[in-house]
């Protein structure tokens, strides 16, 4: 065999050698049936979940990282960290989650909103001053937006900030 045949040869091996390798860890297949997966998906919930359900979950997805979901939770209502969630609240007969807050411009939330009573969410863009089903959006902040609905006032947030008067408030109680 000359040196030349030798270099093709070893071409050709490392081409299929390639081609095989690529087939096997690589490419993705447009069937979806040959793409179908040995891994059990969870539904996502209709509503969000709990504090407790969320740490649950988690702990079962990753054991040996996750503190005990109970331990965790029975710490915190200890020390009095433990608050209403911060981004829904009901108001006015209505349930609003706060979605999103952008600063880009002149500054707008996007908020979902549902009859108290129940039904489907809609998504609704409002800025300061705008007023929704009867609630009017008193100022957007930051991460935060306050609503009132005449005689109450909420304030949604998007986190809670340590160094924030929101969180400094619900920790003197």
Same mark, same amino acid.
């Given at each position: 065999?000359?040196?030349?045949?030798?270099?093709?040869?070893?071409?050709?091996?490392?081409?299929?050698?390639?081609?095989?390798?690529?087939?096997?860890?690589?490419?993705?297949?447009?069937?979806?049936?040959?793409?179908?997966?040995?891994?059990?998906?969870?539904?996502?919930?209709?509503?969000?979940?709990?504090?407790?359900?969320?740490?649950?979950?988690?702990?079962?997805?990753?054991?040996?990282?996750?503190?005990?979901?109970?331990? =965790?939770? &029975?710490?915190?209502?200890?020390?009095?960290?433990? +608050?209403?969630?911060?981004? @829904? $609240?009901?108001? /006015? #007969?209505?349930?609003?989650? =706060?979605? &999103?807050?952008?600063?880009?411009?002149?500054?707008? +939330?996007?908020?979902?909103? @549902? $009859?108290?009573? /129940? #039904?489907?969410?809609?998504?609704?863009?409002?800025?300061?001053?705008?007023?929704?089903?009867?609630?009017?959006?008193?100022?957007?902040?930051?991460?935060?937006?306050?609503?009132?609905?005449?005689?109450?006032?909420?304030?949604?947030?998007?986190?809670?900030?340590?160094?924030?008067?929101?969180?400094?408030?619900?920790?003197?109680?």
């Amino acid at each position: 065999m000359t040196p030349r045949s030798q270099v093709v040869a070893v071409a050709a091996i490392l081409v299929v050698a390639g081609i095989v390798d690529f087939v096997q860890r690589i490419h993705v297949p447009r069937s979806p049936a040959t793409r179908a997966s040995d891994v059990d998906m969870l539904a996502m919930p209709d509503e969000p979940l709990s504090l407790a359900s969320a740490r649950e979950r988690l702990q079962s997805w990753f054991p040996a990282q996750q503190p005990d979901a109970q331990e =965790l939770l &029975g710490d915190a209502q200890d020390q009095g960290q433990v +608050a209403d969630t911060p981004d @829904r $609240a009901d108001i /006015g #007969g209505w349930h609003f989650v =706060l979605r &999103g807050v952008f600063e880009a411009g002149q500054p707008f +939330a996007v908020l979902d909103i @549902r $009859a108290s009573a /129940g #039904g489907a969410p809609e998504q609704h863009r409002v800025s300061a001053g705008d007023s929704i089903k009867g609630v009017s959006v008193e100022r957007i902040t930051g991460h935060r937006v306050s609503l009132s609905d005449g005689k109450d006032v909420i304030e949604l947030a998007l986190f809670i900030d340590a160094e924030d008067e929101m969180a400094a408030a619900k920790e003197q109680r």
